[in-house]
């Protein structure tokens, strides 16, 4: 019971992070093309891994550092779809769509990982999870419907797409986070994602002249986006996943539109329509009536 509320308490500390991570792309995006961010990101978020891999005692890490040959696709699987792609497509759609809208719709990441993870993993698809699910559509239904704009259906349809290829990787990444420490994997999956996008982001600053990357309104946010919600969300995403089922970690999600919605309207000036009030409450209460449930019954 003990270390299920740490895991619980772990994972709204994840997710309220990614929630803040909108609104730090969002801001950082006005500056910068997407690469550019990608790489800094993952250059900031692979020094500071690295430093607590050396720092760390050998004797309390509980589970191998060393990856086996034949896992090798799951960390490339890892960085290339989880933190290349999905991200990726996240940006773009909080650039179109604004950090609140994305914050929102990838809270629609339960849908997808419940479903993949009976299909794939064989986890048993409960009536609480069932009703987290149904919540999510029927508050993902509201949001677009609501906001139908054009400007704003490319964003949500990236949104969505960083929602799928996010899903994917979870579920399949979680059969090797239950086998290997998840800093390790954490910290090789964002090498790989520092090399994939260091090309990119040297062709946008190549054709890009001018971007104020020295700054320190730039290079605050950037870290930030390196260090807390990319290296430390990330492991402990992965610490999440090892300790509980991936449709389990997936209803806490929601948890990211309260941080965003309220850093968005303080920070950002965002507006907030009523259906996205009502698809926001819908998603929520899912969450928090799967969430809250399965603590009392342990």
């Not at 048993?124 to 699910?133: G, Q, S």
């Not at 941080?259 to 209460?285: H, Y």
């Amino acid at each position: 019971m003990k270390d299920s509320r740490r895991v619980y308490l772990l994972l709204i500390l994840t997710t309220a992070l990614w929630g803040s991570l909108y609104v730090a792309n969002k801001f950082v995006l006005g500056y910068l093309p997407t690469f550019t961010i990608l790489f800094f990101r993952y250059l900031f978020a692979a020094a500071s891994l690295t430093i607590i891999l050396r720092a760390r005692n050998p004797q309390h890490v509980e589970k191998p550092v060393k990856i086996g040959r034949k896992d090798y696709k799951y960390v490339v699987l890892l960085g290339l779809g989880g933190y290349v792609g999905s991200i990726m497509f996240q940006q773009l759609g909080t650039k179109i769509a604004g950090a609140s809208m994305a914050s929102l719709i990838n809270s629609m990441n339960p849908i997808f990982i419940v479903l993949l993870a009976v299909l794939i993993l064989h986890e048993k698809l409960t009536v609480k999870k069932a009703v987290c699910v149904a919540c999510a559509v029927a508050g993902a239904a509201f949001i677009v419907g609501g906001n139908a704009a054009v400007g704003n259906a490319a964003g949500v349809l990236l949104s969505l797409l960083s929602v799928l290829v996010w899903s994917v990787v979870s579920v399949l990444v979680r059969r090797v986070t239950q086998h290997y420490d998840p800093l390790t994997l954490t910290t090789y999956g964002i090498y790989i994602a520092a090399v994939v996008t260091l090309p990119l982001c040297i062709y946008e600053i190549a054709t890009t002249p001018g971007l104020p990357l020295l700054q320190p309104k730039i290079l605050l946010p950037l870290l930030y986006i390196g260090t807390l919600c990319t290296a430390g969300a990330h492991t402990l995403w992965n610490y999440c996943l090892s300790k509980m089922e991936a449709s389990t970690c997936a209803l806490f999600y929601p948890i990211q539109p309260l941080t965003s919605v309220v850093l968005g309207i303080l920070l950002l000036g965002e507006q907030v329509t009523p259906s996205f009030l009502a698809g926001a409450a819908l998603i929520v209460g899912g969450v928090l009536y799967s969430s809250l449930g399965g603590k009392k019954r342990a």
